[in-house]
């Protein structure tokens, strides 16, 4: 059982352009999330989704999209990659309980961006 | 608005020492709270959850929490502090239905 993963670790890239995050889970869980992290900010929600094939925004979700094609995978989306967006982002997924609502996050992704 | 505050940016401890972390939330209705831990390079590892019931939960690492609801507090604390505990500390709220928010973290060092 891996839990979360997160692809990749590490990334730099120019402004202007794009990548894709992915985030894979094991535990068939239905709920599934994209943060960042900055300093001093704690964790913003970018993007979740409840389900396969759904998606809905969070916090701060100007500059990123997302798709939940597969129900283990959730994928994070930058078009056009500004500096501002150079952050640490985080996956996490959670069952559909009502007694249990805790979320198991990934290792994070590293990314910057020039 | 639904906040959550920790008012402790940063706190240094000597090893062997007591601990206590304070986290605040601003909520409507009583939440479920969570304390999450991030070591470096990693990412958040649960530590504890209130639901209900017992104010005072016990969680991993011999770290315990306790919900006081006429301050809506939710502070972690633990009797001896070890080395490895040096971390950046979360606390969590999400009322069900909702989505989590985070406090902005504690990051905690300690002295040998």
């Known amino acids: 059982n891996a839990g979360v993963t997160q692809t990749p670790k590490f990334r730099v890239l120019k402004t202007g352009q794009s990548m894709t995050l992915l985030c894979a889970q094991d535990?068939?869980?239905?709920?599934m999330y994209w943060y960042r992290q900055d300093p001093g900010m704690g964790l913003r929600l970018i993007h979740y989704?409840?389900?396969?094939?759904?998606?809905a925004k969070g916090e701060v979700p100007d500059g990123y999209n997302v798709s939940r094609l597969k129900k283990q995978n959730f994928l994070l989306g930058l078009e056009s990659a500004a500096p501002s967006q150079t952050s640490v982002y985080f996956c996490?997924?959670?069952?559909?309980?009502?007694?249990?609502?805790?979320?198991?996050f990934g290792p994070g992704t590293r990314l910057t961006v020039l | 608005a639904q906040s959550v505050t920790q008012p402790d940016i940063h706190i240094t401890v000597s090893e062997g020492a007591s601990l206590e972390l304070r986290c605040n939330y601003s909520?409507?209705?009583?939440?479920?709270l969570f304390w999450y831990v991030q070591s470096p390079g990693q990412g958040l590892q649960l530590l504890l959850k209130?639901?209900?019931?017992?104010?005072l939960v016990q969680g991993i690492k011999g770290f315990e929490a306790e919900f006081k609801r006429s301050q809506s507090s939710f502070n972690l604390r633990k009797p001896s502090v070890h080395w490895s505990d040096a971390a950046e500390y979360f606390c969590?709220?999400?009322?069900?239905?909702?989505?989590?928010?985070f406090g902005p973290g504690t990051r905690l060092s300690v002295l040998p």
């Open positions: 996490a997924s959670k069952r559909q309980d009502v007694d249990t609502d805790t979320q198991y």
């Open positions: 535990m068939n869980h239905e709920y």
């Open positions: 989704s409840v389900g396969e094939g759904t998606t």
């Open positions: 909520y409507g209705a009583t939440p479920y």
């Open positions: 209130y639901f209900s019931g017992d104010t």
């Open positions: 969590a709220v999400v009322v069900y239905g909702q989505n989590f928010v």
